[in-house]
């Protein structure tokens, strides 16, 4: 208890340091670990409503946010990790804020956005009652390897989980993980309806999939299915043929992948609620969520609108271009190479953008800037300069394009500093404000 205590003091005296600096959202985490190894137990120990783990490749930060609202929207005190910081760290630095001296959370539920590799060290401290698990693609390779690796991993999470599992049932590597969750632990699934199966491969990579003779499993009364009505709205349908949904409604993020998350979130809050979900209650929460900074999130910069889309591996920059990169816009690209965005940016070969060529690409930027100019000179998309520095970059692209909409691609490192300086320059919530 005495250690505890020490190193919730420690912890928020680095907390209270690093957002001084304006930044370092790991190393309070870091620091009250150090100062006791058995932290997180610790402070999950009074969380008895559930312990939620959210992991997959794409599309995390969105549908822990939609969970969240959906629970909070039903009553519940929930604790979550809202930064992006997906890691055990991180998400001991945002407990700090919220802990007392005992070091003890006082929350209903817990909901933690954790990378692959991450959410295992988690289990190993806590076991999660419960686990979300979205989907499987390439994403930074130097340190995941290869894509069966990362299926692994997740399939290790859903062994310790002990509870629940709500997998991805048009995934075929999520889908495989039924077969390794212990007896007794609940299967619910999400996907998409029947009647859009074909839009599938908009969201997945087929070329690890197309010889794969899996067959999902049919979908029950308690799995939830997307089912859209146009580009924007869309029900999640439960019960023998459909007959519950969570809907009509349309979100404020925008795209089929947008949507697939709603629908992974939904499912994991009914099978979280039970009796208790309301599904107006639902819809009402899902319509109020706002985009997470960065995942096409909507800057009012001078009166006109600046897009901020996260770029992470092949699979979610196809997306956010089929979901974004359709409109002709003013656009920037930024790259970075940094940890947190994986080393290797070789997958940007795997991504096609043709969609770009109609206006071309205004500026490209970051660490690897002219690796994405010779990228896109490879698919005949005009660049009208390179500028490596992020901030140099930010003011070119917004001096040369000061009467219409603009859209930044950007990887994690990128969006995160660029992010921080728009709120700075025009009065934004910092991302250290949005995770208090």
Request: aromatic content about 6%; proline content about 5%; hydrophobic content about 45%.
């Amino acid at each position: 208890m005495l250690r505890t205590t020490a190193a919730v003091v420690a912890g928020k005296a680095a907390r209270a340091a690093s957002r001084l600096r304006g930044g370092g959202s790991a190393l309070p985490g870091l620091v009250a670990e150090r100062v006791d190894p058995g932290f997180l137990a610790q402070a999950l120990r009074d969380v008895r409503g559930g312990i939620v783990v959210v992991s997959g490749t794409n599309g995390k930060t969105t549908t822990t946010k939609m969970l969240v609202a959906v629970l909070r929207a039903h009553g519940r005190t929930v604790f979550t990790n809202p930064t992006g910081s997906n890691f055990t760290r991180g998400v001991i630095s945002s407990m700090l804020g919220e802990l007392p001296l005992s070091g003890r959370l006082a929350a209903d539920m817990a909901v933690l956005e954790l990378d692959e590799a991450h959410a295992l060290r988690f289990a190993a401290s806590v076991k999660p009652t419960h686990a979300l698990l979205l989907n499987v693609a390439r994403d930074q390779l130097d340190r995941f390897a290869e894509i069966d690796h990362t299926a692994q991993l997740l399939a290790s999470l859903a062994e310790q989980t002990t509870t629940g599992v709500v997998l991805n049932i048009d995934d075929s590597f999520i889908a495989r993980i039924r077969d390794r969750v212990g007896a007794g632990v609940d299967v619910t699934w999400f996907g998409v309806d029947a009647s859009i199966a074909d839009r599938l491969p908009e969201l997945q990579e087929q070329d690890v999939r197309f010889e794969d003779d899996f067959t999902p499993p049919v979908a029950g009364p308690d799995d939830g299915l997307l089912k859209p009505a146009d580009e924007r709205t869309f029900s999640i349908r439960f019960g023998e043929n459909g007959s519950a949904a969570v809907g009509p409604l349309e979100l404020q993020q925008r795209g089929l992948a947008a949507m697939i998350n709603a629908t992974a979130a939904t499912t994991a809050a009914r099978a979280l609620l039970g009796d208790a979900f309301d599904p107006a209650v639902a819809a009402d929460a899902l319509r109020a969520v706002t985009p997470p900074f960065g995942r096409g999130e909507v800057v009012m910069v001078d009166g006109q609108p600046l897009e901020l889309v996260l770029v992470k591996n092949p699979a979610g920059f196809t997306v956010a271009l089929g979901t974004y990169g359709s409109t002709p816009v003013a656009t920037m690209v930024a790259i970075n190479d940094n940890y947190a965005d994986g080393r290797d940016v070789s997958w940007l070969y795997d991504v096609s953008f043709e969609s770009l060529r109609q206006r071309g690409v205004a500026l490209t930027s970051g660490v690897r800037a002219y690796d994405m100019a010779l990228r896109l000179q490879y698919d005949d998309v005009a660049v009208g300069a390179v500028e490596a520095d992020l901030d140099r970059a930010l003011d070119a692209f917004l001096a040369g394009h000061p009467d219409e909409p603009k859209r930044i691609f950007c990887t994690y490192t990128a969006m995160m500093a660029l992010r921080r300086t728009l709120a700075a320059r025009y009065d934004l919530p910092d991302i250290g404000e949005e995770a208090s």
